[in-house]
């Protein structure tokens, strides 16, 4: 709490200059959320299960870890549902401190992935019966990775950011490698290089707002 | 762009004020048309509610700034956003300041 007097001497410009930059310093970091509540959780429910995915489904059919069938799967819908938990409480308290087309730039957002993410449920909620259980898994995986690559990039375009876009070109491009290497590979490559990059955009942002 | 070689006392006396300075550089960061909560701001700037009032004034008095009031949900909410005319003050101001620093880069 720096009073400041209205009667404040002018600044020479070289201060005002620097005044004005820390000022809108401020305000951006103020109105938008810390990147590491936004990445972060994402990062780490990636990193968790499709780690547990790899050691229980590795290549070729391996059993690197004899876990119960069941729980990679059950850590993914868990991890999920606590990340987004996460960032729609850290999104939402930093939206409420704007009013206008930002909120619904935002809003409109946040529908495309409820409803990229349930499309693509449905439609392989449909098709993964007829599939072997190795195949059936990748095309859930594989499709909900690429989901996420291409949404992040639209995201960059929306808001101009290079570092997101980054992000979504980078989990698209291992995405593909993954699918390409087979199940089992794409579990590990996207643990370790989706999960990775998650964990690295939240911190750049961080680092880049301080 | 106006003179391209403005002397101190042409700077703009609405915004030379620090504090009003302060004020109308933190709402250039908004997009045009976005609205920031008056506690917000005020947190952003930490400057007082009274004092931060008295500067909103003086800057609708110029046309810089649109304060209106509103409800989210019950609670009365009041929302400031920097006008066209105040956000071209603004760069004038900023080009004006650079105008100053750097007089041998102007064209």
Same mark, same amino acid.
């Given at each position: 709490m720096t009073p400041i007097d209205d009667d404040a001497p002018p600044l020479d410009p070289a201060e005002s200059l620097a005044l004005i930059e820390r000022e809108r310093a401020q305000v951006g970091r103020d109105l938008s959320p810390d990147p590491r509540l936004m990445y972060w959780p994402w990062g780490i429910a990636w990193l968790v299960t499709f780690t547990l995915f790899f050691l229980r489904? #590795?290549?070729? #059919?391996?059993?690197?870890v004899d876990l119960p069938g069941w729980l990679p799967l059950v850590a993914l819908a868990v991890c999920m549902i606590a990340a987004g938990i996460v960032t729609g409480v850290a999104g939402s308290r930093v939206s409420r401190r704007v009013m206008g087309p930002s909120n619904r730039q935002g809003a409109m957002y946040g529908i495309s992935w409820s409803v990229a993410f349930t499309a693509f449920s449905v439609l392989f909620s449909q098709i993964?019966?007829?599939?072997p259980e190795d195949k059936a898994g990748l095309l859930w995986a594989g499709g909900m990775v690429a989901v996420t690559g291409a949404l992040h990039m639209a995201g960059a375009a929306i808001w101009n950011d290079r570092d997101m876009f980054i992000l979504g070109s980078w989990t698209s491009l291992i995405n593909i490698v993954g699918i390409l290497a087979g199940p089992g590979w794409h579990s590990l490559i996207v643990a370790v290089a989706g999960g990775g990059g998650m964990m690295a955009a939240g911190l750049i942002g961080w680092l880049r707002q301080r | 762009m106006t003179d391209p070689k403005p002397m101190v006392?042409?700077?703009d006396p609405v915004i030379h004020a620090q504090a009003r300075l302060r004020v109308v550089s933190a709402l250039?960061?908004?997009?045009?048309d976005d609205r920031i909560t008056f506690p917000q701001l005020q947190e952003s700037l930490r400057m007082t509610a009274g004092n931060l009032s008295v500067h909103l004034r003086k800057l609708e008095d110029a046309q810089y700034v649109e304060v209106t009031k509103t409800h989210h949900g019950r609670t009365p909410a009041t929302l400031v956003r920097l006008t066209r005319r105040g956000r071209l003050a603004f760069d004038e101001y900023t080009a004006a300041l650079r105008a100053l620093l750097n007089p041998q880069e102007e064209p």
């Open positions: 489904y #590795g290549p070729d #059919g391996r059993v690197f993964s019966d007829v599939l | 006392t042409e700077l250039s960061v908004l997009r045009e």
